[in-house]
């Protein structure tokens, strides 16, 4: 019986170390140590043996199933010890692999422009005041000193919602606003959005005007010139020439528009200034007193002066865009280009 013990221990021992999964492993354990197992069966045979034998026989087998319990044990961890490894290395992160690329937003250049403009004359003790895109026709014509017949009242150029109700043509609706409510002085910015029914390489139906209005005492046409030129080389840089040339406003007398040299050509004449050699940025003037009279100003007293930029003209002349519809498009190849 000591022989048979020590073969089966020996083939045990040899299927153990061999066995290669956790599964095989749990059905030798059975099969050697467990209730039905082999070696159980040499307990039940012990009382075959003769009296004096089976205290010592019993030991043995004891014996026996204790290192091979110990041995299946030591197995089990080296099993799992291995499992985990190939499943670490197999779920490895990889920190040489490319990672994924994520598309950046970044400001459209209208918007860039918007806030560089507004940044200059905020640096020059301008206030930002908003008005409304939807307006009635006393804040858009009629306080602007612009007569029953004018053409730009026109349902050519104006976007009417119903009678009175119309989408702003510019944002000197906000001269009108800031008048209602506050008393001189008064200097502020107000950017925003305008509609007119025009549409071409150089109008967009829907644009952006930055407007000024500066009320004190004494304000003159001197200092109007003034403020233009800082922000015009303050924009284009100090060599950039500008120009103010007469002009017709219905809300400013006398009334200008505001030229620079073409950035295109540099004056000499191309196909963006149409040949012309400067470019027109905006309008310009004094306030009529009219206008103030209307809001309630003392015209005597008080004078200022006004002016309308247009974002997208100043946007389309310092990044040297040819078409202003390339702005409002959206096409990411044209927009990557401003993402620095
Ligand atoms: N509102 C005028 C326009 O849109 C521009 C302007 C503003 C002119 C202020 C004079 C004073 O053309």
Not at 73 to 98: C, F, G, H, V
Not at 252 to 272: L, Q, R, Y
Not at 328 to 338: I, T
Request: net charge negative; charged share 30%; with cysteine.
């Amino acid at each position: 019986m000591r022989k048979e013990l020590d073969k089966t221990l020996e083939i045990a021992r040899k299927e153990i170390l061999e066995v290669e999964t956790l599964h095989d492993l749990m059905q030798l354990k059975s099969r050697f140590v467990g209730k039905k197992s082999v070696l159980n069966n040499f307990m039940k045979k012990i009382g075959s043996l003769p009296k004096e034998g089976r205290p010592a026989f019993g030991q043995i087998v004891n014996q026996a199933k204790n290192q091979l319990a110990e041995i299946i044990s030591n197995r089990e961890i080296e099993i799992k010890e291995r499992d985990y490894k190939k499943n670490l290395q197999a779920n490895a992160l990889d920190i040489t692999m490319p990672g994924r690329h994520r598309e950046q937003g970044s400001l459209h250049p209208i918007t860039k422009v918007w806030r560089e403009i507004e940044d200059t004359f905020i640096s020059m003790g301008f206030e930002v005041a908003e008005g409304f895109d939807i307006e009635d026709e006393f804040h858009n014509f009629d306080a602007l000193n612009t007569p029953q017949d004018h053409p730009a009242r026109d349902l050519s150029d104006t976007f009417y919602i119903e009678n009175d109700v119309l989408l702003r043509t510019q944002t000197s609706t906000v001269q009108i606003r800031t008048m209602e409510n506050h008393k001189p002085p008064i200097k502020i910015i107000a950017p925003g959005r305008c509609y007119r029914n025009d549409n071409d390489a150089s109008h967009s139906p829907a644009f952006h005007q930055m407007e000024a209005l500066v009320i004190d005492e004494d304000v003159s046409f001197a200092d109007l010139k003034d403020i233009l030129n800082i922000f015009v080389k303050k924009m284009f840089g100090s060599e950039i020439e500008s120009r103010i040339r007469p002009h017709f406003f219905p809300f400013t007398e006398p009334s200008a528009e505001i030229d620079i040299v073409c950035v295109n050509c540099g004056g000499k004449g191309c196909n963006v200034c149409k040949n012309q050699g400067w470019l027109e940025m905006g309008g310009a003037g004094m306030v009529d007193p009219n206008v103030l009279e209307t809001l309630g100003i003392d015209s005597e007293k008080y004078s200022g002066y006004a002016f309308g930029l247009g974002i997208d003209r100043v946007a389309m002349l310092k990044y040297k865009i040819p078409d202003m519809r390339l702005l409002f498009e959206n096409d990411l190849r044209f927009l990557k280009q401003f993402s620095k």
